[in-house]
């Protein structure tokens, strides 16, 4: 066994929450939350997709608020932490301070990978009101590893316990992650972690280069479920590592169990890699804008792989949601 322990973050309460149209309910919640905690995940992270305060006409509105998730997931998890994402902007100090008052105690405050600098007081906040807290920088296959560094410095600065890099697009390959986790390990003292998504298949992969570049925390889904393509499957990717030696200090046939029993029967649909899904990935296009381009495709007779190559080209990022039905009236015009 490994002496380095790898940290498994299971989102699929979060992320997984954008391949159910942030549909889940508290029952739902309820038995992941629970079921995840007994196989030892040591974080959990719950929220909508686009995080505290993401449910809207411009992200999708959720089936049942997720502070009653929330609460209801805290009620059942005892050794893990539970985690909110935060997106300034969307989100503010006063959600996460409703989040904490119902039973979350950790957050990873989210910024596009240049703009670090927006999440400081959330991150200031957090720590001095004993949240465990994380830096996550999106879309990090925009930024050059140096960049990447320099953004990782103002969350240091701001007092956060790591810092995370999340291929929102499915865009890297594994030298992409090893590049970047690399330089970032190189510059900066505070353990580094890695969210991926699968959208040309190489979820699983570009985890486990991050982890032999120096990552400690690896985001994960069970059954892969998430946006896009989907994300790094965690039953799969701890039977990976545990195959290499890696200390995760999980079950993982009781996640085994999990995905299978109970996660599976929730999905709308199998997370599979189909065209549109796979083109988010080849144009480097965020994930969670996959549904919004499957409506607006079928609102005005397009190719969603039309769309999603435009949306590249423009280089548009999280939070720019409502512009892909602008994009798509564009096309319509032109065609």
């Given at each position: 066994?490994?002496?380095?322990?790898?940290?498994?973050?299971?989102?699929?309460?979060?992320?997984?929450?954008?391949?159910?149209?942030?549909?889940?309910?508290?029952?739902?919640?309820?038995?992941?939350?629970?079921?995840?905690?007994?196989?030892?995940?040591?974080?959990?992270?719950?929220?909508?997709?686009?995080?505290?305060?993401?449910?809207?006409?411009?992200?999708?509105?959720?089936?049942?608020?997720?502070?009653?998730?929330?609460?209801?997931?805290?009620?059942?998890?005892?050794?893990?932490?539970?985690?909110?994402?935060?997106?300034?902007?969307?989100?503010?100090?006063?959600?996460?301070?409703?989040?904490?008052?119902?039973?979350?105690?950790?957050?990873?405050?989210?910024?596009?990978?240049?703009?670090?600098?927006?999440?400081?007081?959330?991150?200031?906040?957090?720590?001095?009101?004993?949240?465990?807290?994380?830096?996550?920088?999106?879309m990090s296959h925009m930024a050059s590893p140096?960049?990447?560094?320099?953004?990782?410095?103002?969350?240091?600065?701001?007092?956060?316990?790591?810092?995370?890099?999340?291929?929102?697009?499915?865009?890297?390959?594994?030298?992409?992650?090893?590049?970047?986790?690399?330089?970032?390990?190189?510059?900066?003292?505070?353990?580094?972690g890695f969210h991926a998504h699968n959208n040309?298949?190489?979820?699983?992969?570009?985890?486990?280069?991050?982890?032999?570049?120096?990552?400690?925390?690896?985001?994960?889904?069970?059954?892969?479920?998430?946006?896009?393509?989907?994300?790094?499957?965690?039953?799969?990717?701890?039977?990976?590592?545990?195959?290499?030696?890696?200390?995760?200090?999980?079950?993982?046939?009781?996640?085994?169990?999990?995905?299978?029993?109970?996660?599976?029967?929730?999905?709308?649909?199998?997370?599979?890699?189909?065209?549109?899904?796979?083109?988010?990935?080849?144009?480097?296009?965020?994930?969670?804008?996959?549904?919004?381009?499957?409506?607006?495709?079928?609102?005005?007779?397009?190719?969603?792989?039309?769309?999603?190559?435009?949306?590249?080209?423009?280089?548009?990022?999280?939070?720019?949601?409502?512009?892909?039905?602008?994009?798509?009236?564009?096309?319509?015009?032109?065609?």
């Amino acid at each position: 066994m490994r002496e380095d322990k790898i940290h498994i973050v299971d989102t699929t309460l979060r992320d997984g929450s954008h391949a159910v149209s942030h549909s889940f309910t508290v029952e739902q919640a309820v038995a992941i939350a629970g079921g995840l905690d007994k196989a030892g995940v040591e974080l959990i992270e719950i929220s909508h997709g686009d995080g505290i305060a993401g449910s809207s006409i411009n992200y999708g509105f959720s089936g049942c608020p997720e502070l009653d998730l929330i609460e209801a997931a805290g009620k059942v998890v005892k050794k893990a932490k539970l985690g909110v994402l935060l997106l300034p902007g969307i989100g503010t100090i006063e959600d996460l301070k409703e989040a904490k008052a119902r039973g979350a105690n950790a957050v990873r405050v989210a910024t596009h990978v240049t703009e670090a600098d927006i999440a400081i007081q959330h991150i200031q906040w957090a720590k001095q009101n004993g949240m465990f807290t994380v830096g996550f920088l999106m879309m990090s296959h925009m930024a050059s590893p140096e960049k990447i560094v320099e953004q990782a410095k103002i969350f240091e600065d701001a007092g956060a316990d790591y810092i995370n890099l999340a291929d929102s697009s499915g865009y890297m390959t594994p030298a992409d992650v090893t590049a970047r986790i690399s330089a970032l390990k190189a510059a900066s003292k505070l353990p580094a972690g890695f969210h991926a998504h699968n959208n040309l298949g190489l979820a699983v992969a570009n985890s486990l280069a991050a982890v032999e570049a120096g990552a400690s925390y690896v985001d994960a889904t069970c059954r892969g479920l998430g946006a896009g393509s989907g994300n790094t499957q965690t039953e799969v990717f701890c039977a990976v590592l545990q195959r290499l030696g890696y200390n995760t200090g999980i079950d993982t046939y009781a996640l085994m169990d999990l995905a299978e029993n109970v996660v599976e029967p929730m999905m709308h649909r199998p997370q599979a890699i189909r065209t549109d899904s796979l083109m988010l990935g080849y144009a480097g296009v965020y994930s969670s804008f996959l549904l919004h381009t499957r409506r607006a495709a079928e609102k005005f007779g397009l190719s969603p792989r039309d769309i999603l190559v435009e949306l590249g080209k423009r280089r548009m990022v999280g939070g720019q949601e409502d512009m892909i039905v602008d994009v798509a009236y564009q096309l319509k015009q032109k065609a």
